[in-house]
């Protein structure tokens, strides 16, 4: 599968989904895979560590960078 599908009609991605969630483990195994920690959300322009910045991930941040 491809890890930077678009899930969403705003352009959201499954790490995206894993870092606002704060699950380190899909995170790291979505990175593995090639994940794009660049990706932004087409509505917000949040990238997945934004998103895990604002939900309080702080680890999940730290691994997004």
Do not use: C, F
Request: proline share 2%; charged share 25%; hydrophobic share 45%.
């Amino acid at each position: 599968a491809d890890p930077n599908q678009k899930l969403y009609s705003d352009g959201e991605t499954a790490l995206m989904i894993a870092a606002a969630s704060g699950n380190k483990e899909i995170v790291q195994a979505l990175l593995a895979k090639g994940a794009d920690r660049t990706a932004r959300n087409w509505n917000t322009g949040e990238t997945a560590a934004m998103i895990a910045a604002k939900k309080g991930h702080e680890a999940i941040v730290n691994m997004l960078k």
